[in-house]
C-alpha cells in the first residue's frame, strides 16, 4: 500500500537568540520547498513556542531541522524540546539545514544525529550547509552560489521525499513500536 500524496513537512527553526540570523536561512529554504508539489509545509519556531515540538512533529511525515552551531554543537533550547518529545519521533526521516562560522554548523548537525537516533528518528545523509552565512545572503534573502545552494537543496528534497513516502507507508502497514 503506497500512496501518492504530498508528504507534511515540518521545518523546525532552533535558534532563539535576539537578532537570530535564522529567518534568513529559514525564509531560503522555505521558498524552495514551497516551489515543489511533493510537500505540504508547516513551520515550528522554537522562539515563538519555546520547548514545544510535539504537535508539529507528531503531525508531521518529516523534518527538516533548521540549525545554527553554538560552540560547537546546537542550541540548548533545542535540546530542552527534543528531550521533552518522544514517540512523535518514531519512525521518521529528519534532514538539516546548517549555518555558522568556518564548518557552516555541520559540527552542530553531527551532535544531532545520535540524539535523533535515540527518538528513533532516521536521519538522512544530505544537508544544505551554509559557511558564514550572514556574508553571503543578501538583501533580497537570497544566497550568493544560487546555483550550488539551490541544488544542495533539491538534492536534500529529493531524497527527505523519498524516506518520508516509504516511512509514512511502512508506519500505516505496521505501526513503529520502539
Excluded at 532563539?16 to 519556531?45: C, H, M, Y
Excluded at 546546537?74 to 529528519?94: C, R, S
Excluded at 550572514?134 to 541544488?151: K, V
Amino acid at each position: 500500500m503506497t500512496t501518492n500524496s504530498p508528504y507534511q513537512l515540518a521545518v523546525v527553526i532552533s535558534s532563539v537568540r535576539e537578532g537570530r540570523f535564522a529567518p534568513v536561512v529559514a525564509n531560503w529554504f522555505l521558498d524552495r520547498a514551497k516551489q515543489r508539489d511533493d510537500v505540504t509545509l508547516s513551520v515550528i519556531d522554537l522562539a515563538e513556542s519555546p520547548g514545544d515540538l510535539s504537535p508539529g512533529v507528531a503531525g508531521a511525515d518529516a523534518v527538516v531541522v533548521i540549525v545554527p552551531e553554538y560552540n560547537h554543537s546546537y542550541p540548548g533550547p533545542l535540546k530542552t524540546a527534543l528531550d521533552a518529545t518522544g514517540p512523535e519521533w518514531h519512525g521518521k526521516p529528519v534532514a538539516f539545514v546548517s549555518y555558522g562560522g568556518i564548518s557552516g554548523g555541520l559540527r552542530a548537525v553531527e551532535h544531532l544525529r545520535p540524539v535523533f537516533a535515540e527518538l528513533h528518528a532516521a536521519t538522512i545523509r544530505e544537508t544544505v550547509s551554509f559557511p558564514y552565512a550572514w556574508n553571503h545572503f543578501g538583501p533580497d534573502g537570497e544566497h550568493d552560489d544560487f546555483e550550488g545552494a539551490s541544488l544542495a537543496a533539491t538534492t536534500l528534497l529529493n531524497q527527505l521525499n523519498w524516506w518520508a513516502n516509504a516511512l509514512r507507508d511502512a508506519r500505516q502497514v505496521r505501526p513503529y513500536a520502539a
